[in-house]
């Protein structure tokens, strides 16, 4: 089935209008843009061969009444009918709680960071050693800063390092030791007030204790469970499960392989703790954390979206909604049983 050659030459006139607002496909680092001569003959192509996918790809930037052309198609093409399900839902003037379109922008941010993350971000810079000692000093001296060898850590600088690199360095190693500085006296005043909550506690108890020792539920308080101190929230406990289990990992593999060296053993410790660090660092872009870094040019960029996966995604939906319509009769019952 195809569309009717009226419904494709005003679908293709909408798109020749719109080319630039529309997004032909992601492109990848370094790749140059496709010419718009191509780009039409690739769309009108597809939409006569298949309309499913078109829709897949380009239906986000038709407007309703282009969209209504690919209607009789909808009974006979399983694909056009999950993209129209979704598509003409969302269109302006259609009833959409606002949990489900902020659901839908979300999930659309997390794909678009993810994939520039992929395809742009990973073996740059920005994934540097140096760069994310920069942004995370104090998540960098946990993993990696302190299990570094003196030797290591101190070394001078070489011959190939000129003038203007030592001074960019000393410049990035104050920044780094001034935020680990300020980190360093965050958490001292809060470790202040929880010292101080500790001992507001303690106190409270203790009256309670001593007014239960003056009445007849003395006994009963005697029995009462005892009061916890709420755990700190710093840096060094929420990391303390990470480091545990890498460390159990380093010692289960190397336990069986006597021949392993000391130094080995230190060095595949450093490995696993800048794998773990690299993926925070990850989690921490994922997570729009990196106040650094213009997070609207991904966010609002639609040639970050992966068209493979919006796919899945529709048809995830798609499915979802189709049990939900199957399971509403279900509760239509009268409640006599037939005989």
Known sequence: MSLPEASRESVIHYVQSNLDSITFKSLKRDEEDTPDDVKIAVMDKTLVDDPGLFLTRWGRFLPQEELNHFEPLRAGIYEVDVNLRSLLKNQPGNIETTQQTNAHVRKQVQNRRFQYLKDILKGSEYFSEEAMQLREPNLYEYYIGQHIPPHLRDRPYGDDVNLVQRIMHNLDRSIIDEKLRQQKTIESEQE????????????????????????????????????????????????????????????????????????????????????????????????????????????????????????????????????????????????????
Do not use: C, W
């Open 192 to 339: 202040e007030e929880e010292e101080e909550e500790e001992e507001d506690e303690e106190e409270e108890v203790d009256e309670k204790m001593d007014q239960a020792n003056d009445s007849m539920e003395a006994e009963e308080m005697n029995n009462a469970d005892p009061v916890i101190a709420p755990l700190s929230t710093s840096l060094r406990d929420k990391s303390a499960e990470a480091r545990r289990k890498l460390e159990e990992n380093d010692s289960h593999e190397m336990e069986p392989k006597e021949s392993v060296t000391q130094a080995e053993r230190e060095q595949h410790f450093r490995d696993g703790q800048k794998e773990e660090f690299v993926r925070m660092m990850e989690e921490l872009f994922l997570e729009g954390k990196d106040p650094s870094f213009d997070y609207k040019q991904v966010d609002e960029n639609e040639k970050y979206d992966d068209l493979d996966q919006e796919d899945m995604d529709m048809q995830d939906k798609y499915f979802d909604e189709e049990d939900e319509e199957i399971e509403e009769p279900k509760s239509k019952g009268t409640g006599v049983y037939d005989y």
